[in-house]
């Protein structure tokens, strides 16, 4: 991908005007008692699924003979999504390695992996949080 794509063809500004009003639409009817109890309920949402992504993640990791770290950095992609991913692994990448050899190696070990288990993360994951909360509305 191109850096910053949005800006060179002009849509970041609208994107973003359009993401803020739809914000400001839905949270203004909010008092601060309703935004309390609800930022409650996302920091405890936050933190079962960081536990319950550990928990999955560390044993399917070493099965497939994964190190710990690398299995939670793969289990993380579930928070972020593709692009975001992508980018904090080539970041990484780039920080810890000094030749270009080196970065072609971890770019062909890790990136592949990255994305795929970014996409199916977020797949089965989207889908059974809204199973769960389908039944809660």
């Known amino acids: 991908l191109e850096p910053e794509p949005l800006t060179k063809t002009g849509a970041y500004q609208f994107l973003m005007m359009a993401m803020l009003i739809s914000m400001r639409s839905s949270l203004g009817s909010l008092d601060?008692?309703?935004?309390?109890?609800?930022?409650?309920?996302?920091?405890?949402?936050?933190?079962?699924?960081?536990?319950?992504?550990?928990?999955?993640?560390?044993?399917?990791?070493?099965?497939?003979?994964?190190?710990?770290?690398?299995?939670?950095?793969?289990?993380?992609?579930?928070?972020?999504?593709?692009?975001?991913?992508?980018?904090?692994?080539?970041?990484?990448?780039?920080?810890?390695?000094?030749?270009?050899?080196?970065?072609?190696?971890l770019k062909d070990a890790i990136i592949p992996k990255v994305i795929v288990g970014g996409v199916t993360a977020v797949t089965i994951v989207s889908v059974i949080i809204a199973g769960i909360l389908s039944g809660l509305i």
């Open 32 to 105: 601060f008692y309703e935004m309390v109890q609800n930022m409650l309920w996302v920091f405890g949402a936050l933190i079962f699924a960081t536990l319950g992504v550990l928990l999955v993640a560390l044993p399917i990791g070493k099965r497939l003979g994964f190190s710990t770290y690398l299995s939670m950095s793969f289990a993380f992609c579930v928070f972020g999504g593709y692009p975001l991913n992508y980018q904090t692994a080539i970041d990484a990448i780039e920080a810890v390695t000094e030749t270009e050899e080196e970065r072609a190696y």
